[in-house]
């Protein structure tokens, strides 16, 4: 579930019209939303029927995602800035698919040495340890002798 934006919302619909002022509320830090956007429709809705409306006017400050990771509800990078402050541009994920053999070489090298594909570069041993046998219940001998009441 993405995060609510101002430009998102419908400013005629009550359970939209405030849904993206409750988007990182001061206090708890790391976590634009407390609660999930259900329960924030009905808050919006709420304020809406107390006859609060936005004045876009008097706005003085605006919710910026975050720039880089999921814009999912509890994704909590986002920030309250002064109106008018320039977005950071989105950071994502480059597409491989477009590197050249180079570029794919240097990119495993540096997941290597960052310990992202130890697990695949250097594989671990496991021993067997299982034992064949016939499986026991605690304080009985074999399950084939084991009474059951």
């Not at 009550?14 to 609660?35: D, I, N, T």
């Not at 936005?54 to 605006?62: A, G, T, V």
């Not at 794919?104 to 040495?113: A, D, F, M, P, Y």
């Amino acid at each position: 579930m993405h995060i609510p934006l101002q430009e998102g919302c419908d400013p005629t619909n009550p359970e939209e019209a405030f849904l993206w002022a409750l988007v990182g509320l001061p206090g708890p830090r790391g976590a634009p939303m407390l609660l999930s956007p259900k329960i924030l429709r009905k808050w919006s809705q709420h304020l809406w029927e107390l006859g609060i409306r936005h004045e876009p006017s008097e706005q003085k400050r605006e919710y910026h995602p975050p720039a880089r990771g999921a814009h999912h509800w509890v994704n909590g990078a986002g920030r309250w800035v002064d109106k008018g402050t320039a977005r950071a541009p989105r950071i994502t994920a480059p597409d491989i698919t477009m590197f050249t053999p180079e570029e794919r070489t240097h990119l495993v090298r540096q997941l290597i040495e960052h310990g992202e594909l130890k697990h695949l570069a250097t594989p671990q041993h496991q021993p067997n340890t299982a034992i064949v046998g016939r499986a026991r219940r605690e304080g009985h001998g074999h399950a084939g002798n084991a009474e059951v009441q």
